[in-house]
């Protein structure tokens, strides 16, 4: 790939890209002998296919329609990818393949999941199409909320342009925004992060250290930094506290997505 002027990504190693000289940019995803060739410079992507099949024995599949587990469907509405063949092989594996759907996996239990899984096999994640790229994170959490030791329970979820793209690492945003640097995507306002917690907002924008926050200092300042260099932006919000409260059918509905129509 270096000698085709491709780089390696420092957000994730298994990503290549190359800006071109009419200002677009081709994205390269390698998952052991899986690629995904993406971008919007139509010559140079296939340039990059004509170059890697002179390499290796390459078979050329067209549009993605399935990667690592994910099946992937394009409209007019946008990309909906979800898990449905992952799914299935996941319930027969565990002989729930005729179990009884769960409406709502709210319950930590993983049979409870399963059946879950069994009623919404089609459910997934649509990216629309934005005109900007702005990105923002819910952030909530429990209070020792676990029955075994007594330990709390954090979640977040990061959106980039109003599509919903991770749900899991603490460090996520500044990842989010290292790639969106690497791609050249310009970022039109701070990431914002979303949280109901007052006193960690007044603690990140106070630059007073008080004796009492002395056990989260280094930590405090970690997410000082990047608010200081206008890259995050805190910002108080209510937020449902799906690890707390009883949801009905309806509402804990409204928070997924419908099958995909």
Request: charged letters at 20%; proline letters at 4%.
């Amino acid at each position: 790939m270096k000698k085709l002027n491709y780089n390696p990504s420092n957000a994730d190693h298994t990503l290549f890209f190359k800006h071109s000289s009419l200002g677009g940019v081709i994205v390269l995803l390698v998952y052991v002998d899986d690629i995904i060739i993406t971008g919007n410079d139509e010559g140079e992507i296939k340039n990059l296919s004509n170059c890697l099949a002179q390499e290796f024995d390459v078979k050329t599949l067209g549009r993605l329609k399935y990667f690592l587990g994910i099946k992937v469907a394009h409209s007019s509405k946008g990309i909906f990818i979800s898990q449905r063949k992952y799914i299935t092989d996941l319930l027969t594996e565990t002989g729930k393949s005729v179990c009884k759907p769960a409406k709502k996996p709210i319950d930590p239990n993983q049979k409870l999941l399963l059946h879950y899984l069994k009623g919404t096999p089609g459910k997934g994640v649509l990216l629309k199409r934005s005109g900007k790229v702005e990105v923002g994170m819910f952030i909530d959490a429990d209070y020792a909320g676990s029955t075994i030791n007594r330990r709390s329970t954090s979640g977040h979820l990061t959106f980039v342009g109003g599509n919903l793209v991770t749900w899991r690492r603490i460090c996520e945003l500044l990842w989010v925004k290292n790639l969106l640097d690497e791609l050249q995507i310009p970022l039109f306002s701070p990431m914002k992060i979303y949280c109901d917690n007052k006193s960690a907002i007044n603690l990140v924008h106070n630059p007073v250290q008080h004796d009492c926050t002395k056990h989260v200092e280094i930590d405090r300042h970690f997410h000082m930094l990047p608010q200081c260099d206008a890259v995050l932006c805190f910002t108080e919000v209510e937020i449902p506290n799906l690890f707390d409260i009883k949801l009905t059918e309806i509402s804990w509905s409204s928070y997924f997505l419908s099958d995909y129509l």
